[in-house]
């Protein structure tokens, strides 16, 4: 202690230099990225903050979420830098801006995820490519989905998702939506897209072992114990384990030019492109898959589901359309029966009071299971009373398990029936206008370019705005904040602009599974106004959270659902 000084003089003397040293510190961070400017350039650096020395801005984006950039857009403009996840960033919004992203893929810029998210998910994805290996890799993808794959996961997806919407009907309690609807799109991703055999405890493993790995792979990028990357890293070893024993069974089965699932397009597409995937890129590969279709379809049947609930009116125009191409609920008197042992896997415990599920044609499809088979419980070729004829609505086995009344959707709709909804399309449109599943997508620039007067100097990286330009984007006639699904009509076509509506990104990047994303979210529209009610388990609306990505805050859209009886088919 310097001499003549009292202990709180020293103490306040110390807390004086360290808070000097912090704000030096954080002065010179500032500084170091001032002169990371091009000097060729004699535009000037985006307005913004670069935040603290190594952490930047990353904290506070994770905790204000939306927030951290409509308030900064607001103070700095549609173009401003920031500091996230160990890298510069500058953050862009506007039509025209985006335009310029994303139609400079492999001139301007080229495809950035964060460093975290590289190392989890490996360098053999469709995701992280450039060039002409992007584009090889985006050729043999295309075949997971053109028409002919779609239409042939088209009934395996209805099936499944009717599947889980009677369970959500039987459930005595509330439904936690998001995590319903994990599970809903972790079966579509794992039995159709991968044609995995799972019993329900495997597969409930599996998805969350899945959701772990997700969950990560915004981390900061360190990885040493307890950090998200190490957790990440973790989860996929375990998922390549898993998928490494599915593959070889896969590759050994005796009809291999028999591919009915994603897989199997990707090895066969593979082959007639001339090239031979390793077990690593098949490994990989298939994760990306689920990684594709689990979380963000997931978030946009959440958000489907509550803006439905939000507007009964849209409810009712999308019955009508469905009436009018005779696609609307039949509702059948099915006989009882005893409860199939296939469906206590997941809480439909035959002591548990049951509310009347919902019924459709349900044929037994023998290339997927209808829903989870557990060791000892009939298989799914396997009839479980064949006194019922197979045309009969109540041929499946989880209709026979219950008697009254119930109301199914049509078992036949095809990519050509749903391209006749137009009004269900804008529906559909809508959703992912208001809530986008992902905010945003990454770039890394190659070269210093000019956006809205400013530089973005070359090997920064550039993060553009789905959900802020759908906000913003002045072409709306309605108020853009607004839910109205007329907006797409033929009639109207405010979104005409290719860069005002932007779900899927766009340019070389855009997509690529987005007609199989569209297609479920319609079967998934269909079955819920047809076959069932829903309302709020909570007095009100949940907040919605925004990153990594869309969802409510802790679950907290909790709803009950009901089947629908004759009485509502008639009223509607």
């Not at 009907?169 to 939506?177: D, F, K, Q, R, T």
């Not at 009915?260 to 492109?273: G, M, P, V, Y």
Request: aromatic share 8%.
């Amino acid at each position: 202690m310097p001499a003549g000084l009292s202990g709180p003089e020293a103490a306040a003397l110390a807390l004086l230099a360290l808070a000097l040293l912090v704000a030096l510190c954080r002065h010179l961070w500032a500084l170091r990225w001032s002169l990371s400017r091009d000097p060729a350039s004699a535009l000037p650096l985006p307005k913004g903050s670069m935040g603290w020395p190594f952490f930047g801005e990353t904290l506070h984006w994770l905790l204000q979420g939306s927030r951290f950039h409509s308030s900064r857009r607001e103070r700095y403009g549609n173009v401003f830098k920031t500091h996230l996840l160990g890298r510069p960033v500058v953050r862009v919004t506007g039509a025209e801006n985006i335009r310029k992203i994303l139609l400079g893929e492999h001139t301007l810029v080229s495809t950035q995820w964060p460093q975290s998210t590289q190392i989890i998910l490996g360098s053999h994805t469709l995701l992280g490519s450039i060039g002409d290996l992007h584009r090889q890799r985006r050729k043999i993808l295309a075949r997971v989905f053109s028409r002919a794959a779609l239409e042939s996961y088209l009934p395996r997806i209805q099936k499944v998702v009717s599947w889980e919407l009677r369970g959500w009907c039987m459930e005595p309690g509330s439904i936690a939506v998001y995590s319903s609807a994990k599970t809903l799109t972790f079966r579509i991703a794992a039995q159709i897209l991968l044609g995995l055999r799972l019993e329900e405890k495997q597969f409930k493993d599996l998805a969350k072992t899945f959701e772990q790995l997700v969950e990560n792979l915004f981390s900061l990028p360190l990885n040493i114990p307890f950090s998200g990357l190490r957790k990440g890293i973790k989860a996929r070893d375990m998922l390549h384990e898993f998928m490494e024993k599915a593959i070889q069974e896969k590759l050994q089965r005796k009809n291999p030019e028999d591919h009915s699932d994603a897989l199997d397009f990707i090895i066969n597409s593979a082959k007639e492109h001339g090239k031979e995937f390793t077990m690593q890129e098949l490994k990989e590969s298939a994760i990306e898959l689920i990684f594709a279709a689990f979380f963000t379809t997931a978030s946009a049947s959440t958000s489907l589901i509550l803006l439905l609930l939000k507007h009964p009116s849209v409810i009712e125009k999308i019955r009508q359309e469905l009436m009018s191409h005779e696609l609307y609920q039949q509702c059948e008197r099915c006989p009882a029966g005893p409860f199939p042992d296939s469906l206590t896997s997941q809480s439909r415990d035959s002591e548990k009071p049951l509310l009347r599920p919902t019924a459709k044609d349900a044929c037994e499809d023998e290339s997927q299971p209808l829903g989870p088979t557990e060791e000892g419980s009939p298989q799914p070729n396997t009839p479980l009373e064949p006194t019922l004829p197979q045309s009969s609505p109540c041929a499946g086995p989880q209709l026979r398990a219950l008697s009254g009344q119930s109301c199914h959707s049509p078992s036949d709709i095809t990519l050509e029936k749903l391209s006749c909804l137009r009004y269900l399309d804008c529906v559909i449109k809508e959703v992912l206008r208001v809530l986008p599943p992902v905010s945003g997508g990454y770039r890394t620039a190659l070269q210093t370019f000019e956006l809205d007067g400013y530089q973005i100097p070359k090997g920064w990286s550039v993060m553009y705005s789905i959900r802020d330009t759908h906000e913003t984007a002045a072409v709306y006639q309605s108020p853009p904040g607004s839910f109205d699904p007329d907006r797409f009509s033929a009639t109207r076509m405010e979104a005409a602009g290719r860069f005002h509506y932007i779900p899927f990104g766009g340019g070389v990047r855009s997509c690529i599974g987005k007609e199989l994303a569209q297609a479920i979210l319609k079967l998934l529209a269909i079955e819920l106004v047809s076959t069932v009610r829903w309302e709020l388990a909570t007095p009100g609306y949940p907040a919605m959270q925004t990153v990594p990505i869309v969802h409510p805050v802790d679950d907290g859209l909790q709803l009950y659902f009901h089947a629908l009886q004759p009485s509502h088919s008639r009223e509607a």
